[in-house]
Each structure stands twice: as C-alpha cells, then as structure tokens.
C-alpha cells in the first residue's frame, strides 16, 4: 500500500501544484519518491532501470520551469512500473515489438492522410525480396539477390523489367524502412489502454521521437501486432497521418506474387506502346502518345464516388450535374473520372466529378475536397471518347518513365467536347507523378 500512495502522491502534486515553477520542497520530494522507486525496482529486476533513472534526472534538471516537469517525470515513472512489472501490459508491447524485431516477412498496408489514392501495399521478406502494390494500378516486384525487378501495370495489363541496379535501390530502401520496424524500443512511452474493433480487443501503446507519434494496437487474443497510427510532426509544415494496417508477418511464410514473372495476359510495354503498324488484330494504329510534365494548380472539386462497371459513367456524370444545379453552382470545368483499380478487377472502384469554386460544400454521397498543387503528367487524344483504353495508357505511361518519372497517384481522364460528336470529341490522360530516384 506505501508503494501506491507514493505513487497517488505524485498524481495529487501534479493536479494541486498551479505556480510557474517547481518549488524546491516538491522536487525533492520527488526525488525522494524516485529514489525509493529505483531501489524497488533494482531488488526485483537488478540493472533494467539505469536508463530510465538517468532520463528521470536529466528531466528533473532541465524542467524547473513548470509543472510539465512533473507530469513528464510522473510519465517516465508510470511507463516504467509498466514496463518493468512482470505479467502487466507491458509485456504485451514487448512480444509485439519482439515479433516484428524478428520477422523476416512483414506485409503491411499504408494509407496517408485517409486518402485511398496514395494506399500502397507493401510485402518484404528476408534475404532480399520486395512488393509495392499501388492503389493507382502499379505494382513493382523488386529481388536483390536475383537482381531483378518486374514492373507491372493493371491497367493497361503490360510490364516493363528494370535492371539489377534498380531492384537493389528498391529493396535497400526497403530494408531501411524495415528497420525501423525492428528498431522499436523494448519498451513504449505511454499505454492508451484497450479498444473494440471489429469484435477484437485491442490494447495500444505510444512510442515517441523527434519526428512524431506512433500508436502500435496489438491483438490481446493473439498478440499479434494489428495496426498502427504515425501522427507526423515537422516544424513548420502540415501534419501528416498515416496508418499502417493489415500486418502479416512470420519468419518465413509463403506469400503470392512472389515471383519475378509477369501474368501471361500481360505484354511487354516496348511491344504496345509504340506501334508503326496496324495494331493486333487489325486495331487501327495509335497515335504518338507523348506526356507533358507540368504542375496543376490548387483546386476544389465535387465528387461521386462509384463502384461496379465503368458503363455507369454517363449515368454518374449525370448524378454530379444534378446536385450542382440543385446547388445553384456552375462547374468550372469538364467532368472527369479518377479510377482507383482496373476495370477488370472484380469490383471496379471510381468516381466521377467537376472542378467548382471554392467554399462549395456538399452532403453524402457527394463530396468536396480540396486538391493541393501536384506535379502531373497529361497527354490529349483527339477522337471518340473511350476507344482503346488499354494500350492508350500503356502508352502514355511509357512516356512518363522514359522521361524519368513515376506514377504517384489514380489515373484520371477527363471528357472535352460533346456526346455523339465523335471527331471533336477529345480525352485527357492525366496521372500525379514523381521525379523517379
């Protein structure tokens, strides 16, 4: 009972004390308290709490100046009885970060700032293997050890192969951002107690640095880490989130797609995207497709998001036209379409939309968003709306990687002209993208 009112104690100098500074007899009450925690702590586990005890002295020394110096002294305290009491809810965050410490595969997926358009799927597996599966329908096999690395596009069902310099940078940077996985401290900063997801129960821990929070959510049932949450912080600059979510990982477990060999229904970019002759089958010969790099403005847009086959689109665009009358708000542009998975997948996911003036505001299923200024690529074919898609945008995307960039979001066409006026009619490619390293 003496050890846990030493340690309401605590909690009541925090809550009572309001000056501007530590008054001397409080501090060395803490001191007192502390010192008393470190012998009991160094009689059940000898040596485990040398650097907590140092962190605790550095921050009585350098907060003098506040109440925050308590409450953060107060925080080491609790962090290590929670870390340090054998069978509590620390041991729980350590054989979660134990099991990512020595994982030799780890599959994850990463959303950034709840936007599914920059979601990748990410698979690395020890000695050298890498996958990235983009939501914008890339996907990028990269094995340092063969030294080979297969880039694949869904949309346009065709590959390109890299080279050997180029499947290593891809996994070292892997295994940089591996690392930090297995970096982890044994031993996390906070615990943020338990919550329901899903029908699991799960218990989170905080781990802190320089560059911001990360909340790691590990499954009570198994252990298992489940997700995690990285609140980015910068100074100066935006707040990011991100959100690392369906974790696999196990010392060597076999995963598909691991292979460096393309679908059979693919082909190979440099065969399709630049034909002199008729195409396959007697399709009419593509025009020179040639990207242009350029930076679009800061916009605002309406959107609709859809589900399900493509030949919804007029339908759609009609929907989009409707609430913007019922608004009174003229759009400022063409409607477009952004697609965050092929057409052939089996469940299609798009939207359609029109940019609109600032400061328009929308209720469900509509939605407004802000689109911040973003380096793209465009390219315009003239012609009948639609046509063949496929080799279009395996063209257009040959274009873009010939010139030394890289996809870095969903692909988005709009629709100039009107409909039925075949000739006059025209499409624009356009794709977010970044200077390729």
């Given at each position: 009972?003496k050890?846990?009112?030493?340690?309401l104690?605590?909690?009541?100098?925090?809550?009572?004390?309001?000056?501007s500074?530590v008054p001397?007899d409080?501090?060395?009450?803490?001191r007192t308290?502390l010192?008393?925690?470190r012998?009991?702590?160094?009689?059940s586990?000898?040596?485990?709490i040398?650097?907590?005890v140092?962190?605790?002295?550095?921050s009585?020394?350098q907060y003098?100046?506040?109440i925050?110096?308590l409450?953060?002294?107060?925080?080491?305290?609790?962090?290590a009885?929670l870390f340090?009491?054998?069978?509590?809810?620390g041991e729980v965050y350590a054989?979660?970060?134990?099991?990512?410490?020595?994982a030799?595969?780890?599959?994850?997926s990463?959303?950034l700032n709840?936007?599914?358009?920059?979601a990748?799927?990410?698979t690395?597996?020890?000695?050298?293997?890498?996958r990235?599966?983009?939501?914008?329908g890339m996907?990028?096999?990269?094995?340092?050890?063969?030294?080979?690395?297969?880039?694949?596009f869904?949309y346009?069902k065709?590959?390109i192969?890299?080279t050997?310099?180029?499947?290593?940078?891809?996994?070292?940077?892997?295994?940089?951002?591996f690392e930090?996985?297995r970096s982890?401290p044994?031993?996390?900063?906070e615990e943020?107690?338990?919550k329901?997801?899903?029908?699991?129960?799960f218990v989170g821990f905080?781990v802190?640095?320089?560059?911001?929070i990360?909340?790691?959510?590990?499954?009570r049932a198994?252990?298992?880490p489940?997700?995690?949450?990285?609140?980015i912080?910068a100074?100066?600059?935006?707040?990011h989130?991100?959100?690392?979510?369906?974790?696999?990982?196990g010392?060597?477990?076999?995963i598909d797609g691991?292979d460096?060999?393309?679908?059979?229904d693919?082909?190979?970019?440099s065969?399709?995207a630049?034909?002199?002759?008729?195409?396959?089958g007697?399709e009419?010969?593509?025009?020179?497709?040639v990207?242009?790099?350029?930076?679009?403005?800061?916009?605002?847009?309406?959107?609709?998001?859809?589900s399900?086959?493509?030949?919804?689109?007029l339908e759609?665009?009609?929907?989009?036209?409707?609430e913007?009358?019922?608004l009174?708000?003229k759009?400022?542009?063409?409607?477009?379409g952004?697609y965050?998975?092929a057409a052939?997948d089996?469940?299609?996911?798009w939207?359609v939309?029109?940019p609109?003036?600032?400061g328009?505001?929308a209720?469900a299923p509509f939605e407004?968003r802000h689109?911040p200024e973003?380096l793209?690529a465009?390219?315009?074919i003239?012609g009948?709306w639609?046509g063949?898609?496929?080799?279009r945008?395996g063209?257009f995307?040959?274009?873009?990687?010939e010139q030394?960039?890289a996809?870095?979001?969903?692909?988005?066409e709009s629709w100039?002209?009107?409909e039925?006026?075949g000739a006059?009619?025209r499409t624009?490619?356009?794709?977010?993208v970044?200077?390729?390293?």
């Amino acid at each position: 009972m003496k050890h846990e009112e030493n340690d309401l104690g605590i909690d009541r100098m925090i809550e009572q004390s309001t000056t501007s500074e530590v008054p001397p007899d409080v501090e060395a009450s803490l001191r007192t308290q502390l010192a008393d925690f470190r012998t009991r702590i160094e009689q059940s586990r000898p040596g485990r709490i040398e650097s907590i005890v140092a962190g605790i002295r550095q921050s009585l020394g350098q907060y003098r100046n506040g109440i925050i110096g308590l409450a953060g002294a107060a925080a080491v305290v609790a962090v290590a009885v929670l870390f340090l009491n054998p069978g509590g809810s620390g041991e729980v965050y350590a054989a979660a970060a134990h099991r990512l410490q020595q994982a030799r595969t780890l599959s994850y997926s990463i959303v950034l700032n709840s936007n599914p358009y920059v979601a990748v799927d990410f698979t690395h597996q020890a000695p050298g293997f890498q996958r990235l599966k983009c939501s914008w329908g890339m996907e990028i096999r990269a094995d340092a050890v063969a030294g080979k690395t297969l880039i694949l596009f869904h949309y346009s069902k065709q590959y390109i192969f890299g080279t050997e310099a180029e499947a290593k940078q891809l996994v070292r940077s892997a295994d940089e951002a591996f690392e930090q996985f297995r970096s982890l401290p044994e031993r996390a900063d906070e615990e943020l107690g338990e919550k329901s997801e899903d029908g699991k129960t799960f218990v989170g821990f905080r781990v802190r640095d320089n560059d911001g929070i990360t909340d790691i959510w590990v499954d009570r049932a198994s252990g298992q880490p489940d997700h995690v949450d990285i609140t980015i912080l910068a100074s100066g600059k935006q707040v990011h989130q991100m959100k690392i979510d369906n974790i696999r990982l196990g010392e060597q477990v076999e995963i598909d797609g691991m292979d460096l060999e393309p679908p059979t229904d693919y082909n190979l970019v440099s065969e399709t995207a630049d034909q002199s002759g008729p195409a396959r089958g007697g399709e009419q010969q593509l025009p020179p497709i040639v990207a242009r790099i350029r930076t679009d403005p800061e916009k605002t847009v309406i959107v609709l998001g859809m589900s399900g086959p493509h030949e919804q689109h007029l339908e759609a665009i009609a929907r989009v036209e409707a609430e913007l009358k019922r608004l009174g708000v003229k759009p400022l542009g063409e409607p477009f379409g952004q697609y965050y998975n092929a057409a052939s997948d089996p469940l299609p996911i798009w939207e359609v939309g029109f940019p609109v003036p600032a400061g328009v505001t929308a209720q469900a299923p509509f939605e407004v968003r802000h689109i911040p200024e973003t380096l793209v690529a465009e390219a315009d074919i003239v012609g009948p709306w639609g046509g063949d898609s496929s080799r279009r945008w395996g063209a257009f995307l040959r274009s873009v990687l010939e010139q030394g960039y890289a996809p870095a979001g969903p692909a988005q066409e709009s629709w100039l002209g009107a409909e039925g006026t075949g000739a006059e009619q025209r499409t624009q490619m356009k794709v977010a993208v970044t200077k390729a390293q």
